[in-house]
């Protein structure tokens, strides 16, 4: 794929649409494409996904890209997607990404020992780009978390103050994102420390909470990827 259509990918993924994680779309691209490439290797035209690319030879990237991207775009604004249109036998109504990321995982699992010619090697660079991938996706739905999530109502919540933050990895991989740091608030607030026990109360209260936007974080807050793949 071209460098430019590529950043072409990348600028519709994070401008195009609203509701869902824009950042993580290109990650997600690249789960489907790794996990596509290992089902195609084992089974060919019997693969799983996706269902509507050519079942003669195994495609690139932008060939994929192009042939897909439409369909990963219609339902980004969901934060879900019509899995039929990626998984051959999928269901026509539309699921969660959740649940997408872990049927491919499922998908990768059911390739493994395969003794298609080229199978061993392949599954060496395709199970490691699937997992690089997913930390990527990770990342950034929980970068999107913090930033148009728990920081904005945090700081409608408790007026004047500003929600802190520090970095973490996502467990086993070099993928970082943003997450609460309470100490770093109360320093940048210049609040005392007895005033943490006021701010975690409101954080757990956030569960049972009308708030706009607190539903939607508690939701995404649940999402989880499975990285062994062994």
Not at 206 to 218: D, F, M, P, T
Request: glycine share 8%; proline share 3%; charged share 20%.
């Amino acid at each position: 794929m071209k460098a430019s259509k590529l950043l072409l990918f990348i600028l519709l993924s994070l401008f195009n649409h609203g509701q869902a994680s824009k950042l993580a779309a290109p990650s997600e691209m690249l789960a489907i494409y790794n996990a596509y490439v290992l089902g195609f290797l084992k089974n060919g035209a019997t693969r799983t996904l996706p269902p509507g690319l050519g079942n003669m030879a195994l495609v690139d990237f932008g060939t994929f890209v192009k042939d897909t991207l439409g369909e990963i775009n219609k339902y980004l604004d969901t934060d879900k997607y019509v899995t039929k249109l990626l998984l051959r036998g999928g269901e026509t109504l539309p699921k969660a990404h959740k649940v997408m990321l872990q049927q491919l995982r499922d998908i990768v699992i059911s390739t493994r020992g395969s003794n298609a010619p080229g199978f061993s090697d392949a599954w060496n660079i395709h199970v490691a780009g699937c997992k690089r991938a997913l930390a990527g996706t990770q990342g950034a739905r929980l970068n999107e978390m913090f930033s148009v999530g728990l920081k904005p109502m945090f700081e409608d919540e408790f007026s004047g103050k500003t929600l802190q933050s520090s970095s973490f990895p996502v467990l086993d991989t070099d993928v970082s994102y943003d997450r609460e740091n309470w100490g770093l608030t109360l320093t940048a607030n210049g609040d005392p420390a007895s005033t943490i026990k006021k701010y975690k109360t409101w954080y757990v209260g956030l569960r049972n909470s009308n708030v706009a936007g607190a539903k939607s974080y508690i939701n995404h807050q649940k999402i989880s990827y499975l990285h062994n793949y062994s």
